[in-house]
């Protein structure tokens, strides 16, 4: 890792809709072309899960990338009424807009989030000509049905062999009537899910659809729209990831997406959903800034 004195670290205050929002930025001695914002998913402020994006803004600034990450409106320091992944588009054009006032020399803007902050960036990058770059981190793409799906494969499959599960009901603290009925509804989202997809087909007779678009779909269109460069990175010991890549793996659109040479993926097979381990959060922030370096 860089020496992560040889930077300026400044708080930063902004207005977005007529709220004051609070950010800091992270400002390296010579500053590259490439700037980063952290957008970060809720429930969540600007320091991260185990100061997970305070360190990754400083370790990216130390290698000469500067950085701005921020509380959304309802957040940690910022003013307003807190809000969804899917309604913080404003947040984001405010938090660029005094990002790029602030420091000069940028001319090539890169968006990180993780989780529902992933999505979030999805929704936003193509509308935002100065987003050239998005880091995507255990996207969130969840639905009733992907969930049940990834139980089922993931969860009660691993959950059978844990000692844990095998002492409860030695010692008799396990609820045999409520884990069936966890299990039933599992079940039954997966069988619905596959109802609907049959009864949809018998009555459009062909025409299009007009359901509400879902959570994948938005995400696969943003992403389908983005004209600029995406790294992915997944984590193994993950249910939230564990979703995505069965999504990937059953859609040929996403398949495709995926293959383009504007996206690279990278797999952390042992990390849990936030990175929480040093050597983890060491290797994202190895490969962000490889990436970052590499175009």
């Known amino acids: 890792m860089q020496d992560m004195m040889n930077s300026e670290e400044r708080a930063l205050i902004f207005e977005c ?11 390296p001695q010579h500053i590259r072309s490439k700037g980063v914002v952290i957008v970060v998913g809720g429930p969540q402020y600007r320091v991260g899960s185990h100061r ?18 921020f509380d959304c409106r309802g957040m940690g320091d910022s003013e307003g009424a807190p809000r969804t992944f899917e309604d913080v588009e404003e947040d984001i054009r405010c938090a660029i807009d005094a990002f790029l006032n602030e420091v000069s020399g940028i001319n090539q803007l890169v968006i990180w989030g993780l989780c529902d902050a992933a999505s979030a ?56 009537s409520k884990a069936f009925r966890s299990f039933a509804r599992t079940v039954g989202s997966v069988l619905k899910e596959k109802r609907e997809k049959i009864m ?12 509400v678009v879902s959570l994948p779909e938005r995400m696969l269109a943003g992403l389908s729209r983005f004209n600029g460069k995406t790294l992915l990175i997944l984590s193994g010991n993950d249910l939230t990831a564990q979703e995505f890549s069965g999504l990937v793996k059953d859609s040929a659109e ?28 060491n290797q994202v922030v190895n490969w962000t800034n490889g990436w970052l370096q590499s175009w």
């Not at 305070?54 to 600034?61: I, K, Y």
């Open 121 to 176: 960036a999805l929704f936003y990058a193509h509308r935002d000509e100065r987003v050239a770059g998005l880091v995507l981190l255990n996207p969130w793409i969840r639905t009733d049905q992907g969930a049940a799906k990834v139980y089922l494969k993931h969860y009660y499959r691993t959950r059978i062999f844990q000692p844990e599960l095998w002492i409860k009901i030695r010692q008799g603290n396990f609820s045999y």
């Open 200 to 211: 949809t087909g018998n009555a459009n007779n062909g025409e299009p659809s007009t359901t």
């Open 254 to 281: 996403w398949q495709r997406l995926l293959a383009s040479p504007n996206v690279s993926r990278r797999d952390l097979p042992e990390a849990n959903h936030t990175f929480s381990r040093r050597e983890w959060k």
């Open 52 to 69: 997970q994006f305070t360190l990754l803004a400083r370790h990216l600034a130390a290698s000469g990338t500067p950085v701005m990450r």
């Open 17 to 27: 809709q007529g709220s004051r929002l609070y950010g800091i930025l992270h400002l």
